[in-house]
């Protein structure tokens, strides 16, 4: 294959987009349905990223994620049946039904959590990154977050602090343009979030979030640089999600949220990773409609018995309340 | 036994904590910095390098998320603030982080974290270098709260704290620092949760917190001498809350005065008077009393200051009032 990437690697890839694409558009369907009451930020449109970034990392690799989850626990390889059950508020769930959408985790894959302040997993991954080099590990850690926690103070807290120590994280920026409501441009005095790296000597680069084998490869030499005790990398990737700030609603003007022009998410559309990457795949002669078939009907089997477990799951228990604040 | 201050007995807990254990490690502004942090972490830097001694920028939020990741990949940070005031800018990843943690995720992962704030009152500071926020911590579901009076207790809190494997708020009191007693050589604990009566006494409870013990203990011998038989109890700990040893003192007093460190509204104080009257309105002879900071910020003049800082006359009066 061109790029140097595997064909396994390659068709991963494909299957992983697919999976998220397809678990969320079933979410979707379901918070519509009544099913799903916890609010879910959706991450279709987005989903080259998660993806990207966690085939170039280790399964002992630490990530940290946000509001928007559903993705970067999938891309990490977490157990959708788990998640679904979480989305609904079920004991067999991630977090035993005391999370929700927004709070995810699991260790087993190094996934170690996904708090919904903005901003707050940004300082909180660049300390398990102190750990690898306070225990002489070799993990790479890696937080996910938005383009609105650029605005947080914690986030230049923490560039300063992986720079000035050499820290082996990788900040990654996934720029949809919107900070719940609000344009970038109504709220950043500058829009270039690479560019902010310069600012605490580390390199920052921006690249398109929608191709998946752009953000593989830059995460890649990323993590790489991270790994060899170079020091953390800034990466902002451009994308767009479908969907509104939360839930199915895609928040196009004219509806009662009325955000954004359709002609913008349409044109978002035309750049769908998913369908850039299948393109591709077809070319190239790595996947076959055959494939393709065998691919799709093996991610519905999988997403139906998700949401089937996250149904027929029990509610925690009352005296579940009361567990989990403290170890004991 | 040797006696040693309530600074050095931090020194030597934090010292032989880190001297068995490779994932201990401390990390705040200014811990390399007797001027910071008093004598509490002398030579820790040029014995355990600048890997697990990280004086660190101001950035509190960003450090308190920097120690809670390392928390939550196994090793065991104590987070340093030289002034407690300085915490509210880390609220974020204290409460909603840190103490958050285990629960929203399920109990999947522990936060064994020591978060060190360091009371740093008087010498005319004023409002935003002065404050004691325990009660504030104590409110918060996920967070112990400790606050030790005596150099015993300074060095087995310290080492029951980082035992734990939960977030801990261990709070010391610069007036302490200079306070010297017997304390042992080797690593013990003082259990997290448990109060210790100070002086034994029949016809007043005094609950106390922090410098406000050593206040009360003087009180009580005053009062002694007056003939009124004054039972001083050290808390010790704010969160979990010693109940049965306040309880079972005042069934025997009747009778109960708090002095705290803090303000008087909404503070452990008013929390302790709820839980007694609730419990032994019956049996009280007399309406509890708290000695406490009055509503306002902490002022700058010496003169005020005074005026502002209750001590062991005001324990005197609130026992003398209903007695």
Redesign the interface.
């Known amino acids: 294959m061109t790029n140097n990437i595997s064909k396994d690697i390659l068709l991963k890839m494909y299957e992983t987009m697919l999976l998220i694409r397809r678990f969320e558009e079933r979410v979707g369907d379901l918070v519509l349905k009544g099913e799903i009451k916890t609010p879910c930020h959706l991450c279709i449109g987005e989903e080259a990223i998660a993806t990207g970034a966690c085939l170039a990392l280790e399964k002992e690799d630490?990530i940290?994620g946000n509001h928007r989850s559903h993705g970067h626990y999938i891309a990490k390889g977490g157990d959708i049946k788990k998640l679904m059950a979480e989305i609904f508020c079920k004991e067999t769930?991630?977090?035993?039904?005391?999370?929700g959408s927004m709070?995810?985790?699991a260790?087993e894959i190094g996934l170690?959590?996904t708090?919904p302040?903005v901003g707050?997993?940004?300082?909180?991954?660049?300390?398990?990154?102190?750990?690898?080099?306070?225990?002489g590990s070799n993990?790479v850690?890696v937080s996910f977050f938005g383009d609105g926690a650029t605005s947080e103070?914690?986030f230049y807290?923490?560039l300063?602090?992986a720079s000035?120590k050499k820290l082996p994280v990788v900040f990654i920026c996934e720029n949809n343009f919107y900070s719940t409501h609000m344009p970038v441009f109504k709220i950043l005095a500058d829009t270039n979030i690479a560019k902010k790296a310069e600012g605490f000597n580390m390199p920052g680069v921006q690249i398109n979030g929608n191709n998946v084998i752009e953000v593989f490869q830059t995460v890649q030499k990323a993590v790489e640089r991270a790994r060899e005790g170079n020091g953390p990398t800034l990466i902002e990737c451009l994308t767009y999600r479908w969907r509104g700030h939360v839930g199915p609603d895609d928040n196009i003007q004219g509806t009662h949220t009325d955000i954004r022009p359709k002609e913008e998410l349409d044109s978002w559309k035309e750049k769908c990773s998913i369908k850039r990457l299948e393109k591709y795949l077809l070319e190239q002669g790595a996947l076959s409609e055959t494939v393709k078939g065998q691919i799709i009907e093996k991610i519905e089997k999988e997403t139906q018995e998700a949401v089937e477990f996250a149904q027929k799951s029990p509610y925690p228990k009352e005296e579940e309340l009361f567990?989990?604040?403290?170890?004991t | 036994m040797r006696k040693i201050t309530y600074a050095q007995a931090i020194n030597e807990a934090t010292k032989q904590l880190m001297e068995r254990d490779h994932q201990v490690f401390i990390i705040g502004q200014g811990c390399t910095s007797p001027w910071y942090v008093g004598n509490t972490t002398n030579g820790l830097f040029e014995k355990f390098g600048e890997k697990r001694v990280i004086d660190t920028p101001i950035s509190e939020n960003g450090m308190s998320g920097v120690a809670l990741g390392a928390a939550l990949t196994g090793l065991k940070p104590i987070l340093i603030f030289p002034r407690m005031d300085f915490m509210y800018l880390a609220f974020d990843q204290i409460i909603n982080q840190a103490a958050n943690w285990r629960y929203m995720f399920g109990g999947k992962v522990n936060a064994p974290l020591v978060i060190r704030g360091i009371i740093n009152r008087g010498g005319e500071q004023a409002a935003q270098h002065s404050q004691a926020l325990h009660s504030m911590f104590a409110h918060v579901p996920g967070l112990k709260v400790v606050m030790p009076a005596t150099p015993y207790d300074a060095k087995g809190l310290l080492i029951s704290a980082v035992e734990d494997g939960n977030p801990v708020v261990y709070i010391d009191d610069n007036w302490l620092y200079k306070e010297e007693a017997e304390v042992p050589e080797e690593i013990y604990r003082v259990p997290i949760g448990k109060g210790a009566i100070k002086k034994k006494g029949k016809d007043v409870t005094i609950v106390a917190i922090s410098y406000m013990v050593k206040q009360a203990a003087e009180a009580a011998e005053d009062l002694e001498k007056e003939g009124i038989s004054a039972e001083v109890i050290d808390l010790r700990s704010i969160k979990p809350l010693d109940e049965e040893i306040i309880l079972e003192s005042v069934k025997k007093t009747k009778r109960l005065v708090i002095a705290d460190v803090g303000w008087q509204t909404g503070g452990i104080a008013s929390e302790i008077a709820n839980k007694v009257y609730s419990k032994l309105y019956k049996e009280l002879k007399s309406e509890i009393e708290i000695v406490a900071l009055p509503d306002v910020p902490a002022p700058a003049s010496q003169v005020l200051e005074e005026k502002f800082y209750p001590n062991k006359n005001n324990i005197i009066e609130a026992v003398k009032k209903n007695n």
Request: charged share 15%.
């Open positions: 630490y940290f769930g991630c977090s035993r039904g005391k999370g709070h995810l985790i260790p170690l959590g708090p302040i707050a997993s940004i300082p909180i991954a660049v300390g398990s990154a102190l750990s690898s080099t306070i225990k993990q850690s103070g914690v807290e923490s300063n602090f000035l567990e989990d604040v403290f170890k």
